[in-house]
């Protein structure tokens, strides 16, 4: 699995909307063959901070990068950003799913 953690900043005039504004994206990584998950939160202490957090198999990443809606996504993203989004970006080999978080186990 290619796990990726991305946070942005988004403009003031921009945060209300920026999630709807860029649902284009979010529908068409997530039909994508080989993503498993594409999910935005809001900081909940700053409400200009989003966190995407995305994942995919590990022989999916170049298809991401090269589709025509990321393409879109870096001509269109960065106007509603007020600087260069910090990422986090690992490979963790075999890895497809969700584990349980044993430690909270609900029973």
């Known amino acids: 699995m290619i796990l990726i953690n991305v946070r942005y ?16 994206f979010t529908e ?10 594409f999910d935005w939160y809001r900081s909940p202490d700053n409400p200009g901070e989003f966190l995407l957090i995305e994942a995919f198999q590990d022989d999916a ?23 260069t989004p910090d990422v986090i970006n690992t490979l963790i080999p075999e ?10 186990e609900v029973k």
């Open 28 to 37: 068409a990584t997530r039909a994508e063959e080989g993503n498993i998950f």
């Open 9 to 24: 900043q988004v403009r003031p005039e921009y945060q209300e909307t920026f999630l709807e504004e860029t649902a284009w």
């Open 95 to 104: 890895k497809t799913e969700w584990d349980k978080l044993v430690e909270f």
């Open 61 to 83: 990443a170049e298809a991401h990068v090269n589709s025509a809606h990321f393409k879109r996504a870096q001509e269109e993203l960065p106007k509603y950003l007020e600087r």
